[in-house]
């Protein structure tokens, strides 16, 4: 591994923790292809195992790294505990063992509160910027969904119920909408604005989805779905308008068919709305429905799921890996990784909405095929290159 005494440690850190990110994501990746594909049935344990490889394995740890380069700044013994403990509790649900899980879920949150007073410290104690709050507001949900969802593994081990409502949809939202879409928000505004201060749009936007959040998974804890429903859709309509008002003039006035790195945020931008509608799609269909449960459409759930996953954070994953170790002259193989991933998420998505196995058979594995061999041209240069952290300095 390439390491030269110029590289910031909070560079090598975030590129370490990438490699990590990048090693559990092969878990899901392999599992989503044969399973978009059809081509092997997963049993619940494998299927929880590609659910959390990707959104604690690769989708969390790579959202710590990215906040290691937004903050300029790194806790190296919190990267290298979570690098242990985020891998440790991915196989714990491969194995289907609650005591496993518990164990192993108890440990990452215990990494998962350091984490949080590492980030609140870094914003409180540096410079105060839209970006910065978003992400820290977005691990803050990541925190209090961590919670739940570790509660209810103890509760499975210990064959009792812990957690009081829908602990699933609260912590599904939380960790979701609550938390990606949300720090994802402050990446794509550092990336496309630059913000520095704290504009009050900008704050309204992510107040806005941040109480939203922790609105809902209130609600669906306490009972009052309604209620908690009817609130969540009209902050989250608040922070689309604010978004799409402020982010997507610049966003969208980035070059589509330059190999640039820049695209991606612009690629995300997009389906952050995407996605935030579907959700909000799923949140009006659950509260007005007479029998939530059998009106709900899973398979627009997943497919609002993957928007976000490989749309919005995965989007922004790539463009900073691209700036990180390959700069703006990514060459061809850019267009390979940008339209592969992109495309191939489109029809994956429009299979899912449809409920179409012929459509998604055709966009799972091109899109899984694209991340494959994008990780591997990522993953070979931020292993053996000098990491390119003046790229970070402009949007």
Same mark, same amino acid.
């Given at each position: 591994?390439?390491?030269?005494? $110029? +590289?910031?440690?909070?560079?090598?850190?975030?590129?370490?923790?990438?490699?990590?990110?990048?090693?559990?994501?092969?878990?899901?990746?392999?599992?989503?292809?044969?399973?978009?594909?059809?081509?092997?049935?997963?049993?619940?344990?494998?299927?929880?195992?590609?659910?959390?490889?990707?959104?604690?394995?690769?989708? +969390?740890?790579?959202?710590?790294?990215?906040?290691?380069?937004?903050?300029?700044?790194?806790? &190296?013994?919190?990267?290298?505990?979570?690098?242990?403990?985020?891998?440790?509790?991915?196989?714990?649900?491969?194995?289907?063992?609650?005591?496993?899980?518990?164990?192993?879920?108890?440990?990452?949150?215990?990494?998962?509160?350091?984490?949080?007073?590492?980030?609140?410290?870094?914003?409180?104690?540096?410079?105060?910027?839209?970006?910065?709050? @978003?992400?820290?507001?977005?691990?803050?949900?990541?925190?209090?969904?961590?919670?739940?969802?570790?509660?209810?593994?103890?509760?499975?081990?210990?064959?009792?119920?812990?957690?009081?409502?829908?602990?699933?949809?609260?912590?599904? $939202?939380?960790?979701?909408?609550?938390?990606?879409?949300?720090?994802?928000?402050?990446?794509?505004?550092?990336?496309?604005?630059?913000? &520095?201060?704290?504009?009050?749009?900008?704050?309204?936007?992510?107040?806005?989805?941040?109480?939203?959040?922790?609105?809902?998974?209130?609600?669906?804890?306490?009972?009052?779905?309604?209620?908690?429903?009817?609130?969540?859709?009209?902050?989250?309509?608040?922070?689309?308008?604010?978004?799409?008002?402020?982010?997507?003039?610049?966003?969208?006035?980035?070059?589509?068919?330059? @190999?640039?790195? @820049? &695209?991606?945020?612009?690629?995300?931008?997009?389906?952050?709305?995407?996605?935030?509608?579907?959700?909000?799609?799923?949140?009006?269909?659950?509260?007005?429905?007479?029998?939530?449960?059998?009106?709900?459409?899973?398979?627009?759930?997943?497919?609002?799921?993957?928007?976000?996953?490989?749309?919005?954070?995965?989007?922004?994953?790539?463009?900073?890996?691209?700036?990180?170790?390959?700069? &703006?002259?990514?060459?061809?193989?850019?267009?390979?990784?940008?339209?592969?991933?992109?495309?191939?998420?489109?029809?994956?998505?429009?299979?899912?909405?449809?409920?179409?196995?012929?459509?998604?058979?055709?966009?799972?594995?091109?899109?899984?095929?694209?991340?494959?061999?994008?990780?591997?041209?990522?993953?070979?240069? @931020?292993?053996?290159?000098?990491?390119?952290?003046?790229?970070?300095?402009?949007?």
């Amino acid at each position: 591994m390439t390491s030269d005494r $110029s +590289t910031p440690s909070w560079a090598a850190s975030a590129r370490d923790l990438y490699l990590v990110a990048m090693a559990v994501f092969l878990v899901t990746i392999i599992i989503g292809i044969l399973n978009g594909a059809d081509i092997v049935e997963f049993n619940r344990d494998q299927i929880l195992t590609h659910v959390h490889s990707g959104t604690v394995g690769w989708l +969390t740890l790579t959202i710590v790294a990215s906040a290691f380069l937004l903050f300029r700044a790194a806790d &190296r013994r919190l990267m290298l505990t979570l690098a242990v403990l985020v891998p440790v509790y991915v196989l714990a649900f491969y194995t289907g063992n609650f005591a496993f899980r518990a164990i192993g879920g108890t440990a990452l949150l215990a990494a998962i509160g350091w984490l949080l007073v590492w980030v609140w410290g870094q914003y409180l104690g540096g410079e105060r910027s839209l970006p910065r709050l @978003a992400v820290t507001l977005g691990l803050t949900s990541f925190a209090y969904g961590a919670v739940i969802g570790v509660l209810m593994q103890v509760g499975l081990a210990l064959g009792v119920s812990i957690v009081p409502g829908d602990s699933i949809g609260a912590h599904a $939202s939380a960790m979701t909408f609550g938390y990606l879409v949300l720090s994802a928000m402050g990446f794509i505004e550092w990336r496309v604005l630059g913000t &520095r201060g704290l504009p009050t749009s900008g704050l309204v936007q992510v107040g806005a989805l941040f109480l939203g959040g922790l609105v809902i998974s209130v609600g669906l804890l306490s009972g009052l779905e309604q209620a908690a429903g009817g609130l969540y859709l009209l902050t989250q309509l608040v922070a689309v308008v604010l978004f799409v008002v402020r982010i997507w003039p610049t966003a969208l006035r980035r070059s589509w068919t330059a @190999a640039d790195p @820049a &695209r991606h945020f612009g690629a995300a931008s997009i389906w952050t709305v995407a996605a935030l509608i579907l959700f909000m799609y799923l949140v009006f269909t659950f509260i007005s429905a007479a029998d939530p449960e059998a009106a709900l459409p899973f398979n627009v759930l997943i497919a609002s799921d993957h928007s976000v996953y490989i749309g919005v954070i995965t989007n922004i994953i790539i463009g900073l890996l691209s700036l990180l170790v390959l700069g &703006r002259a990514a060459g061809a193989v850019s267009h390979v990784i940008f339209w592969g991933v992109n495309l191939g998420l489109v029809v994956f998505v429009i299979g899912l909405i449809l409920d179409t196995a012929e459509i998604k058979r055709i966009g799972a594995p091109v899109m899984g095929i694209t991340l494959l061999v994008a990780l591997s041209i990522l993953a070979s240069r @931020a292993w053996t290159a000098r990491l390119e952290t003046d790229e970070l300095e402009t949007a």
